[in-house]
């Protein structure tokens, strides 16, 4: 017992929060031999679901996610107040949605099966500190009150980066979405097809979904950016249901049986990912594609990154007996992400600084850009996948003038 009477334990790491990137940290760190808890708030892994799920095959495939953790999806629509524009990547499914809460659970089972402890209805409430570096947490269990004392503390958290926070690590974020979603059930959804939907009607500054998880089920959502409009992402997402928009008219009948609500960090990457004993992943670190604010891949992916390089640095710390987890021993962490995403999220944000503006009639004439493009030029770009002689064949060759404006904006 510490002296106030909440308990005490003994880790190498403690990773606040079970989404995908903690779930995936945890999993790489335990098996890296590391000794590893997970806290998470909720009473269960993905009890609140807080994400739309679309993802793409080849990263899912990359990842060793399994295909029957979602619905592939080949038609790409693309809705405008007076426009549209459907991209098909034929009878090769380049994208997905995925069943959230049972890929979460699936990674929650590698993580436990590889070693971890994984503590739900638990909350980080503190950070613990020797001098300036960060020695543990104390976090809020079925249990009582827990101290867990550890060379280091990954801040899975998301959005709230709430570790990070407690430790001066990080500040609040000035540029953010908002998102409301239901999933429905509705009488016929195309399985095959998701549809974007942009203009004031959809979203002040943003945009609307449909995303198919099977001819019944859907997900319907409104995201709105912050600061831009203060617009209410739920009251919007009721206006397109009663109104039934596009594509909302094809749906038959539509009954919601889940609300989902989230915030997601929108204004790039942090510059700053580590420090002594701390290191942050996912939306804590604002690890997310800004074009269509899709982050799941890359918390899965740079989950188990900082899982290993914290694995190897507690090890090569001497365990949870010795000094804490360094910032240098870190480092090799935040220059291996850096170097694989940052400068697609720069030039991401680009492209999203100028959607942010347009009026209804010029969205109608911007996804035109859209129609001209080839499917795998299409999901190329939608991924921010922006390699420079991608872009440079679509600044050359592309035949609207508007397209090659915006291919060139993104190589600068
Ligand atoms: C409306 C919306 C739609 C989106 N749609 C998509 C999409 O279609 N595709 C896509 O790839 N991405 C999408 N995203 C983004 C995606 O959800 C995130 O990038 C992804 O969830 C980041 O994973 P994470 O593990 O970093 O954080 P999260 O998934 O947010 O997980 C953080 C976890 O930490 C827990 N937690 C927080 N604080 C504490 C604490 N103090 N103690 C214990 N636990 C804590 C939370 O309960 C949560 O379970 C969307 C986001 C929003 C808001």
Known sequence: MASDGSSSNSYDIAIVGGGPAGLAAAQAAAAAGANVVLFEKDEAIAHSVRTSGVSWIDSMDALGIPSHLYNPVSNYHFISPSNDVLISSGGRPRSCVLDVRATYQHLAFLAAEAGATLMVRSNVINVLKEGSRVAGVKASTPAGDLEVKCPLVIDASGFSASAARKAGLAGEWRRYGVGAEYECYCDHADEATWSLMVGRQYSEAGYAWVFPLSKNRVRVGVGIGRPESQADPLEKLHSILEKRLRPLDRLGRIQPVELHYGFIPNEGSRSQSVADGLLTVGDAAGQANPLVLEGIRYAIEFGRLAGEVGARAVKNGGGAAAAAASKESL????????????????????????????????????IEILRDMSADEFIDFIKADFTAAKMVKLALHHPRLAARQLFSMVLK
């Open 331 to 366: 480092e090799e962490y935040e220059r291996t992400w850096k170097a694989r995403v940052a400068s697609k999220i720069a030039s991401a944000l680009k492209v999203q600084s100028r959607w942010v503006g347009l009026s209804d009639e010029e969205w109608d004439r911007e």
